[in-house]
């Protein structure tokens, strides 16, 4: 479990590829500190399990084919930078929001803007992704987390403090990028929750519910009359 609040940029040092996965070598000073063999590392909001610990801030973390197809972990070479966060130990403070580590999807950056002293970036994402997206709620993009300006049909905008761009990979990136995409995992068991009460169940992203994967079906509105109908008020 992790909080997205990025603890420093890392350099991946190699990146031996084969038909069975990949191994990253990556540099990171701070959070090679006190890091053990077997600990998670979210490195560009994906939880990595250190396979191996170097010398001088260097550790080693196997990634698998099913995670190389569904982040943008491939993309990375000699040189890139990554977003580096330890795992969350009870009693830390929770600045960001609760992050997981398991991408639920890439997105294309579209535009990059100033205003003011922010960056405000729109992010073109699937449709798995936006359905669980409401503005000023919480996205991690990259492992950064991040509060959501807008929400649109096929893309939502974050804004960024000079602080985050400096410090996290989304400062250096520009359209045309790729970037990992987690949602609040308290909205997903929202959904789940709510398909036992509402008449036309919701599909959920594994296909689960009445409805064909990815479709709706007799969905009911959400408002105040249903919900206390269904007891929840």
Known sequence: MFTGLVEELGEVLSRQHSSSGAVLAIKGDLVYKDLKLGESVAVNGICLTVSRLGSSGVFYADVMPETLRRTNLHELKKG????????????????????????????????????????????????????????????????ISLTLVSVEDTCFSVSLIPHTAVLTTLGYKNPGDRVNLEVDMLAKYLEKLLNGFLPGRIASRDGEGTAPRGKETGREKITMSMLREKGFV
């Open 80 to 143: 890139s930078r990554v977003n580096l966060e330890r795992a969350l130990r009870a009693g830390d403070r929770l600045g960001g929001h609760f992050v997981s580590g398991h991408i639920d999807g890439t997105g294309e950056i579209l535009s990059r803007q100033r205003e003011g002293n922010a960056i405000v970036y729109r992010i073109s994402a699937p449709s798995c992704v936006l359905r669980y997206l409401v503005e000023k709620g919480s996205v991690a993009v990259d492992g």
